[in-house]
C-alpha cells in the first residue's frame, strides 16, 4: 500500500530550496551514494525534468534483520549429508531473518518525518520490509540528494521516472538496502531466451549428424522431442503420482500458454499421455490468460509443453504477470517469487525462461531479487533458469561490448543456470549459451572445486574482460537446438537457453516424485548437491565457444566450463545419487 500524497505545503518548501548539496542535505546528515547506474538500459531515452509537484511512489526495502542467518540456514538445509539436510523453513521462520529490526524501522521513520513525511506505511508480508510513500519529484530530489528526470521507453512509449543515482544519510547505511524504482528501469522488454525458431526443419550445419546413438534415434540430431530427450537422459514416461508435487511456470511480458497447441503437441508428440492432460493458470499483477491462435507466444508454449509433456504427471501451473507489478524495474521477476513465496505449500520446482544483462539491474537490486530466491530456496523449492542466449556477451547477442556481460539471475548464487547443447552423440555446447562470471556475485564455496580448475586452465586469456572471483555459470547444460513445439496450431522449431531450462526442471520434478512418494522432502536448492555429485552429469568437452564481445569466448572442457557447466543430466544417476532405486 502507498501512503498518501505528501501536503502540497511541503512540497513548495522544497521547490523554494534552489540547490542540493552534495555532501549533506538540509537537515545536515552526512549523505552517500547509495545506488548509481552508469549507463540507462537501451531503448530509454532522457525527456528532461519533471514538473516538482508530480508524486512518485517510492519503496525504501529495508535491511534484513539477519541475513547472513538465512543464508547459512539455506545451506544447512540444501548440502547433502548436513544434519538438517532437506528440512526446509516455514515462511515464518524465514521471516525471523528477512525482517526489519525495530531500530532500522525507528530510524529511517525518523528520518522521513525529517522531512515531514509521516504517513509512510510499513509493509510486512512479504519477505524483506518496506517503507512506502508518496512524495513529490521536488521532496524526493531533497530526501536522495538526487535529481529525477523522465525517460521515455521508445518501443512502448511507457515513461518513468528514474534518476542516475541516489544518496541516504550516512548513518542509515545498515537499515536501507535499496530504495525503488529510483535507478531500476522497468524493462518492458525482459528477454524470452528464446533466441530463434523456425518453421522449417533443418539439419544443423556441418555437425556429425550421421554419428549414432546406441539409444537415440537418428532424427534427434535434427529435431528434438520429448522421446529424444527421455532417451538421452534416460527420463522415464511413466506418470508422476504425487498429486502434491508441482512445478510453476512464470509466463510474462504477455506471452501466454494455450491449451489447444499442448494438446496438439501431445497428441503429436506424447501419444501415450492422456491428450486432456493439461496446466492450471493462476494470474498475479492483473495478469491475464487469453486464448487463441493469436495470442500463443512461443516462449510460454514452449516452458508449458516441455514441462507437462516432459515431466509425465506432474501438476504444472502456468503464472501469468500481468503489467502491474510493484517490484520496480524487475516486471515481475520479484512478484512471481513473492507470490510463490508466500504460499502454504510452494511449488517444489519453478521453471523460468526469462533473463537480463547483469547490468541492467544495479547491484542493489540484483542482491535483493536474489535474496528472494534464498528465501524461496529455503522454503524447498529448485528454481531452474535458461543462462541466457548471448555468450560471453549476456543474455542476448552484444558484438560491441568491451567486457563480457554476465546473464541475470544466472549470476545469483541460489539459482540453478542451464546452458545449452546441440547434437547428440556426442553432445555439444553451443554458441549462444550464456556462460560466464558475474560482476556482482562472488563465487559461493559450493562451486569452488569445480570452478577453480578452469580458471587455472584459462590461465591470462580474457584477463580483465571478466572477474574470476564470481560466481560461475551456467551450473548445467541441456539440449537447445530445434526443439519442436505448437504454437497457434503451428510446429515450429525453437534454439534458445529457454528449452534448456524446463528439461532439467522436468527432470527434477520426477525425482521430486519419487522423493515424496518415499516420504521424503524435495530437493530444494539444487546446486551444494548438484556439484556435489558431479557423476550425475555427462560432461561436455568439445563443441562451439560461446563467443561474443569481440572474442571467440569460453570452450566446453573437460570438468565445469562456463558454456556447459557440469554437463548433460541423466535422470537414472539422479536417482542413485539421492539413493531411490534407478531400475523402473
Ligand atoms: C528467530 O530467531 C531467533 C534468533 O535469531 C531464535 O532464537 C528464534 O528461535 C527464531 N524463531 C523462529 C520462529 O524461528
Ligand atoms: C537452430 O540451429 C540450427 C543448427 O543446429 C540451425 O540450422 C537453425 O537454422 C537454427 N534455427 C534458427 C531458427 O535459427
Ligand atoms: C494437482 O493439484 C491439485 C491441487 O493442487 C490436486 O487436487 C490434484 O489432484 C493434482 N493433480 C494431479 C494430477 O496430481
Ligand atoms: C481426461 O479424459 C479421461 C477419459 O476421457 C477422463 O477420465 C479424465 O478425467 C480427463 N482428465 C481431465 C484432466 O480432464
Ligand atoms: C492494471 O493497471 C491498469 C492501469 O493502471 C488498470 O487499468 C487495471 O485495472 C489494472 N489491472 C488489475 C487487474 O489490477
Ligand atoms: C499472502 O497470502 C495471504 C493469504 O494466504 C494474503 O492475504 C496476502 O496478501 C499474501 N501476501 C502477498 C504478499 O501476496
Ligand atoms: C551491448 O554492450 C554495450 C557495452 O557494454 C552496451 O552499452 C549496450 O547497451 C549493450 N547492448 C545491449 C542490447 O545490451
Ligand atoms: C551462433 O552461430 C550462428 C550460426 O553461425 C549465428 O547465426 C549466431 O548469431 C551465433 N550466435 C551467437 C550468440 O553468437
Ligand atoms: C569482482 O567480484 C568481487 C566479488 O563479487 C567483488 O568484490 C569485486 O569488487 C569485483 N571486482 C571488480 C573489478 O569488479
Ligand atoms: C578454444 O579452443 C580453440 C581450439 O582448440 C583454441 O584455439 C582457443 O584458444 C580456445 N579458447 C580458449 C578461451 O581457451
Same mark, same amino acid.
Given at each position: ?21 552534495? /555532501? ?5 546528515? &552526512?549523505?552517500?551514494?547509495? +545506488? ?75 528520518? /522521513? ?33 538526487? +535529481? ?47 533466441? #530463434? ?62 491449451? %489447444? ?25 492483473? $495478469? ?24 509425465? @504427471? ?32 510452494? &511449488?517444489?520446482?519453478? #521453471?523460468?525462461?526469462? @533473463? ?25 523449492? #529448485?528454481?531452474?533458469?535458461?543462462? @541466457? ?20 539471475? *544466472? ?14 552423440? &556426442? ?11 558475474? $560482476? ?11 570452478? %577453480?580448475?578452469? /580458471? ?12 574470476? #572471483? ?6 548445467? %547444460? ?40 518415499? $516420504? ?38 573437460? *570438468? ?5 557447466? /557440469? ?18
Amino acid at each position: 500500500m502507498m501512503g498518501l500524497p505528501l501536503l502540497i505545503a511541503i512540497s513548495c518548501l522544497f521547490s523554494l530550496t534552489p540547490f542540493v548539496n552534495a /555532501l549533506s542535505n538540509s537537515v545536515g546528515r &552526512p549523505m552517500v551514494v547509495h +545506488e548509481s547506474r552508469r549507463d540507462i538500459p537501451p531503448q530509454y531515452s532522457h525527456e528532461g525534468s519533471p514538473h516538482p509537484e508530480t508524486l512518485v511512489s517510492l519503496r525504501i526495502g529495508l535491511t534484513s534483520s539477519n541475513r547472513d542467518g538465512l543464508e547459512k540456514a539455506l545451506f544447512d538445509v540444501s548440502v547433502p549429508g548436513s544434519p538438517s539436510y532437506g528440512k526446509h523453513l516455514s515462511m515464518e521462520e524465514i521471516k525471523n531473518y528477512t525482517s526489519a529490526s525495530p531500530q532500522s524501522v525507528t530510524a529511517v521513520t525518523e528520518w /522521513l518525518a525529517e522531512y515531514g513525511i509521516s504517513d509512510a506505511q510499513l509493509e510486512t508480508i512479504k519477505v524483506h520490509d518496506y517503507l512506502t510513500f508518496s512524495a513529490p519529484v521536488s521532496a524526493a530530489n531533497h530526501l536522495f540528494d538526487t +535529481e529525477f528526470h523522465s525517460f521515455v521507453h521508445a518501443p512502448t512509449g511507457k515513461r518513468a521516472i528514474r534518476t542516475s543515482q541516489y544518496s541516504i544519510p550516512e548513518d542509515l547505511r545498515s537499515h536501507i538496502s535499496i530504495v525503488y524504482p529510483t535507478t531500476s528501469f522497468d524493462l518492458s522488454a525482459p528477454r524470452g531466451l528464446s533466441v #530463434s525458431y523456425s518453421n522449417v526443419k533443418r539439419a544443423a550445419d556441418g555437425e556429425p549428424l550421421e554419428v549414432e546413438s546406441p539409444k537415440v534415434d537418428p532424427s534427434c540430431a535434427n529435431t528434438i522431442t520429448p522421446q529424444c530427450l527421455q532417451d538421452l537422459y534416460d527420463i522415464p514416461k511413466t506418470p508422476a503420482s504425487q498429486p502434491s508435487n508441482r512445478i510453476a511456470v512464470p509466463g510474462l511480458i504477455e506471452y501466454w500458454a494455450q491449451y %489447444a497447441d499442448l494438446q496438439a503437441f501431445l497428441e503429436r508428440l506424447r501419444p501415450d499421455m492422456p491428450p486432456n492432460t493439461t496446466f492450471s493458470v493462476e494470474t498475479i499483477d492483473g $495478469g491475464t490468460n487469453p486464448q487463441g491462435p493469436d495470442k500463443a507466444g512461443y516462449e510460454a508454449n514452449l516452458d508449458i509443453q516441455y514441462t507437462v509433456g516432459l515431466a509425465t @504427471g506432474v501438476n504444472t501451473t502456468f503464472i501469468s504477470v500481468g503489467p502491474n507489478n510493484t517490484d520496480g524495474a524487475a516486471i515481475g521477476f520479484l512478484d512471481v517469487v513473492e507470490y510463490l513465496y508466500n504460499m502454504t505449500d510452494p &511449488p517444489q520446482v519453478m #521453471s523460468m525462461s526469462y @533473463g537480463y544483462e547483469e547490468w541492467w539491474l544495479t547491484p542493489s537490486l540484483a542482491r535483493h531479487i536474489c535474496d528472494v530466491y534464498m528465501a524461496l530456496g529455503a522454503r524447498g523449492t #529448485s528454481l531452474v533458469f535458461g543462462s @541466457g542466449d548471448g555468450g560471453v556477451s549476456g543474455a542476448e547477442r552484444n558484438d560491441t561490448c568491451t567486457e563480457f556481460l554476465p546473464a541475470f539471475p *544466472g549470476g545469483c548464487p541460489y539459482i540453478t543456470s542451464v546452458g545449452g547443447t546441440y547434437s547428440i552423440n &556426442p553432445e555439444l555446447s553451443t554458441n549462444f549459451s550464456s556462460g560466464g562470471f558475474s $560482476g556482482y556475485f562472488p563465487r559461493p564455496s559450493y562451486q569452488e572445486q569445480a570452478v %577453480a580448475p578452469f /580458471l587455472e586452465n584459462l590461465g591470462d586469456t580474457y584477463k580483465g574482460l571478466y572477474n574470476a #572471483s564470481g560466481r560461475g555459470f551456467p551450473d548445467i %547444460a541441456a539440449q537447445s537446438h530445434n526443439v519442436e513445439i505448437i504454437t497457434g496450431g503451428e510446429t515450429v522449431y525453437i534454439n534458445g537457453t529457454s528449452c534448456s531450462g524446463p528439461i532439467f526442471a522436468s527432470m527434477v520434478a520426477l525425482v521430486n516424485d519419487r522423493l515424496i512418494a518415499a $516420504g521424503r522432502p524435495p530437493l530444494g536448492f539444487l546446486n551444494p548437491f548438484l556439484y556435489k555429485n558431479t557423476q550425475i552429469f555427462t560432461d561436455i568437452t568439445d563443441g562451439l565457444p560461446n563467443a561474443g564481445c569481440g572474442t571467440g569466448g569460453f570452450n566446453a572442457t573437460v *570438468g565445469w566450463d562456463p558454456i556447459t557447466g /557440469l554437463g548433460t543430466p541423466n535422470f537414472r544417476k539422479m536417482l542413485e545419487a539421492v539413493g531411490l532405486p534407478s531400475d523402473n
